[in-house]
């Protein structure tokens, strides 16, 4: 039971099992299991997904033709109709001194049981003429006994419908979960912050979002059930902040030799923005606490140089170094890239991936224990118990959004408070970014290196494929490459990288006999992978024809167009990713989305990618577009998934909640003090139904 809220003297009434309930049997256990309820306490945070507002009672000869609305009246009569086999219509006569209408039910032969004549009901429906009488195609009823009605004659609740539990159910056993257990239910929430926000007490909310008695109440509950949610998310993030915060780290040494010899080797110099960025990370890691730093930076903002920079330094002052890659293509170009800066100033740097052989990772693996390797890069491989460092000082993870926390965090427990250093080219409006990455330090990386042409995007459909090819052509007679993504069909990788196949052999042999086309996925061995991109690289493959596994990282600046079919199948921000691969050079470059959209989504995406270069813009028109649960998804982020919150319209409440826990925690960093013991457990409680996040505590 993993997200029990005990208080010792609740005597556990709230985290009851839902068996306790009146109507709630075996099999509603299950259903209710299945949208994620196990305790009463999850049922009454169960909220509703909107209202209808059926407090306004119509008189029924008030009743307009194809109107819905809510009446109260007598059953006059009630029989059914069986107008063919299988099929049962429940027809009763109400009447309401008005008028009578007759309520009809459509194969529900057990309403004839709960609905007899001579009982006052309440129903709401849809009204129709029919045969000069008023009839109403019944969506809700409630015959009136002496209990206040639920589902008619008051705003009523509407709950995301699913099957077998249809909003009637959950609304009456959430009214009786209510009933037997709001007195059970206390306050969490400091006294103090309750007054200052002048939010509803718990126990008063939790009813109103439930069973509001006007609009108002309805707000009034949302805001304080709001903040709490964001309070207890941020509470938890910023525990694990402060905590890693004031850890003990490791004091890295002042630049010498090596620091500056790197910068000396470098091609280019540094934009104003890295130089910026690069400071607030010498800084961190010289100073004596743990670095934990997020760098934010568009696709091609150069990120990487930042990490070898800081790698160098760990080095030099006497550490091992590692740095994390989502895939295992983009980890050995950082390992080429990191051998190639670093090698020549007496750096050895090693690549460890899943699919190396046996014989040549355990090599590895002995080297890094035993000191003889400086600097690792990797993939997930490296979170494995198998690895162990001498000496790690600096953990760098690159495309962090590919990462959840937890990974991170193993990352990390690698070495002894080792210095943390993610980057992520998912950029995220700041203040949304303190809920993601609120434990982290964040620098922007706002500038892109000088000479950099914008990305001409194209987006043409299925039938123009003829001018895509002749396109290529022209592209790679003036020496330039390609890279060619192919659709993404199905769930399995398999079928999948059979279409990759297929096209490419089409490619070869149908429309380009003559050029070199190279064909990568993410089932090659690695080194195969390793012989199909130094080849791109070196410029022998004119063409790549690639599955995502290209999407992120990869840099050939001699690539400069990239074409993406059915880009419709793409979100936004893989479609920017994709897009980055081209365009890090000096050349002009295109991007070509071959797509026949089916849905006005679909559209949206490919005409904002047509209209935009920056990265900003597309993710928060992706966040537009896929709202902010899918956007921050809990797989990526790690954290929990927000029930009541939502981050951009409540971005407000967010803030404060934010400075409250600061301030909480400022006095009471552990929530140990009496009076904090209970957020303590609603913190540790929420945390650990999403991810480890709180693996060390
Ligand atoms: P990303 O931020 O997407 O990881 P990279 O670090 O891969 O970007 O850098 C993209 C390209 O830009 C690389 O070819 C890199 O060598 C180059 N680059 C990085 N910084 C500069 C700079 N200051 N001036 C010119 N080119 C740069
Ligand atoms: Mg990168």
Redesign the pocket.
């Known amino acids: 039971m993993d997200r029990l809220y005990k208080t010792p003297k609740d005597s556990g009434k709230i985290t009851a099992a839902l068996q306790s309930l009146k109507g709630v049997g075996p099999k509603r256990v299950r259903l209710l299991n299945r949208l994620g309820i196990y305790t009463i306490e999850d049922l009454l945070y169960h909220f509703p997904r909107k209202y209808e507002d059926r407090s306004l009672l119509k008189e029924i000869c008030q009743l307009r033709e194809g109107e819905t609305g809510t009446i109260s009246g007598t059953v006059t009569g009630i029989r059914d109709i069986r107008p063919r086999r299988g099929m049962t219509i429940t027809k009763a006569a109400v009447s309401d001194g008005t008028a009578t209408a007759f309520a009809v039910w459509f194969n529900q032969p057990f309403i004839k049981k709960q609905v007899n004549k001579g009982a006052r009901i309440i129903i709401t429906g849809k009204a129709d003429r029919k045969y000069g009488n008023i009839q109403l195609t019944v969506s809700d009823y409630e015959v009136i006994d002496d209990q206040e009605p639920l589902h008619g004659a008051r705003i009523v609740p509407v709950y995301p419908a699913t099957e077998g539990l249809p909003p009637r159910v959950l609304r009456s056993v959430i009214k009786s979960a209510l009933d037997e257990f709001l007195n059970g239910i206390r306050e969490f929430l400091p006294p103090e912050v309750l007054d200052k926000y002048d939010l509803m007490p718990l126990d008063k909310a939790l009813y109103s979002i439930h069973f509001p008695n006007n609009p108002d109440d309805t707000r009034k509950a949302r805001r304080r059930l709001v903040f709490e949610e964001l309070f207890v998310l941020q509470t938890g993030i910023c525990m694990l902040k402060v905590r890693e915060g004031k850890t003990a780290g490791i004091c890295h040494k002042k630049n010498g030799p090596l620091t500056d010899g790197l910068m000396k080797r ?6 104003g923005a ?1 130089k910026r960025v690069l400071e607030e990370i010498y800084r961190d890691m010289e100073n004596k606490t743990t670095m934990n730093r997020l760098i934010q ?11 070898a920079a800081a790698l160098a330094k760990t080095v030099e002052s006497g550490y091992q170094g590692v740095m994390m890659a989502p895939t295992e293509i983009l980890a050995a170009q950082h390992a080429e ?1 990191l051998t190639e800066l670093l090698s020549p100033l007496g750096v050895q740097v090693a690549l460890l991936t899943g699919s190396m052989a046996r014989r040549e990772k355990e090599d590895i693996l002995h080297s890094i224990e035993e000191g003889r390797i400086d600097v690792v890069v990797g993939t997930h491989a490296l979170i494995q118990e198998e690895v162990r460092f001498q000496k790690l000082g600096l953990a760098v993870t ?2 962090q959004h590919r990462f959840g926390v937890k990974q991170r965090a193993r990352l990390r427990d690698k070495g002894e408070n080792p210095d943390i250093l993610v ?1 992520t ?1 998912t950029p995220i409006p700041r203040t949304l970014a303190l809920t993601v990455y609120g434990d982290l330090d964040i620098s922007v ?1 706002d500038e892109l ?3 950099r042409h914008e990305i001409k995007t194209y987006w043409v459909s299925d039938a123009e494929k003829q001018r895509v090819y002749n396109f290529i052509r022209q592209q790679v007679s003036q020496g330039r490459q390609v890279y060619y993504v192919c659709p993404l069909v199905e769930e399995s990788e398999k079928i999948d990288i059979t279409a990759a196949l297929e096209l490419a052999e089409l490619l070869q042999s149908q429309i380009f006999p003559d050029l070199h086309i190279g064909l990568v996925h993410g089932r090659l061995k690695q080194d195969a992978k390793d012989l199909v991109m130094k080849a791109f690289k070196n410029g022998t493959i004119d063409l790549l024809v690639a599955t995502t596994v290209i999407e992120v ?1 990869i ?1 050939v ?1 001699n690539a400069t167009l990239m074409v993406i079919e059915n880009a419709d199948r793409f979100g936004l921000a893989q479609l920017h990713q994709l897009r ?1 691969r081209v365009g ?2 000096q050349y002009r470059s295109y991007c070509i989305l071959v797509a026949n959209p089916a849905t006005d989504e679909g559209r949206a995406r490919m005409k904002i990618m047509s209209q935009t270069n920056d990265g900003f813009l597309i993710a928060e028109e992706d966040l537009k577009l896929r709202g902010p649960g899918e956007f921050f998804g809990t797989r990526q982020s790690g954290l929990p998934d927000l029930k009541i919150a939502d981050i951009i319209r409540d971005i407000k409440i967010l803030r404060v909640a934010r400075k409250e826990a600061l301030e909480i925690l400022d006095r009471d960093p552990n929530l140990q003090y009496p009076e904090n013991i209970r957020l303590r457990e609603k913190v540790i409680a929420r945390f650990r139904g999403a991810d480890n996040y709180f693996s060390t505590s």
């Open positions: 470098l091609p280019f110099k540094l934009t890295q930076g568009d696709v091609g903002s150069g990120k990487t140089v930042l990490a890239g690159d495309e980057m080219a990386i290196p000088p000479g990282g840099n600046p980055g890090r050079g």
